[in-house]
């Protein structure tokens, strides 16, 4: 005998699952505009670039550095030429708090209460060192790139997307409240 579920078997069944964190659902977050696949691709990806968070936070900020030079001139290791940075303490503290900070993003995708409270602290430390807006943007391209180097051929069109959406999303927070 086969069964069918109605529309309210459906929606009961559905709720199921978003509690137990499953759903086929692909409605974006009414908040972030992030689809549950696209949270799913970049947490996906991130486990692949955080196995080793000192190194890609290092490789992070010698890009971004390469990218917008003066932007080395907003840390204390402004004098520090790059070929010398990979052995400041300094410079490899920062890199791994950036990487954790990227992390706490990835990590609270789910949770939009916590990733607002995140993404204003940030803003609110980042505002009052002077950190142009457009400093943001030019860290989004680094860290695009950084994912493209890391993730090789997992790098796939749709992690290009997701990252650049949720990138987008927390810089957009970010800037909103400085």
């Excluded at 970049?42 to 000192?54: A, C, G, P, Y």
Aim: charged share 25%.
């Amino acid at each position: 005998m086969v069964t069918t579920m109605g529309p309210i078997g459906i929606s009961r069944m559905n709720k199921v699952l978003n509690l137990l964190g499953v759903s086929h659902s692909n409605e974006p977050d009414p908040e972030t505009g992030l689809t549950r696949k696209e949270k799913h691709l970049v947490e996906r990806s991130w486990n692949l670039v955080k196995t080793n968070l000192k190194a890609n936070g290092m490789e992070l900020f010698l890009l971004l550095f390469k990218e917008c030079p003066e932007a080395q001139n907003y840390f204390p290791f402004r004098d520090i030429p790059l070929d010398e940075l990979p052995n400041n303490g300094k410079f490899k503290a920062h890199a791994v708090t950036v990487m954790y900070s990227i992390g706490s993003i990835v990590d609270n995708l789910n949770e939009n209460d916590v990733l607002i409270g995140l993404l204003q602290k940030n803003a609110e430390s980042h505002s009052k060192r002077g950190i142009p807006e457009e400093a943001y943007w030019t860290l989004k391209k680094c860290m695009m790139q950084l994912l493209k180097n890391k993730l090789g051929p997992d790098f796939s069109k749709e992690v290009e997307e997701a990252w650049d959406k949720t990138l987008t999303v927390a810089f957009t927070v970010i800037i909103k409240n400085f």
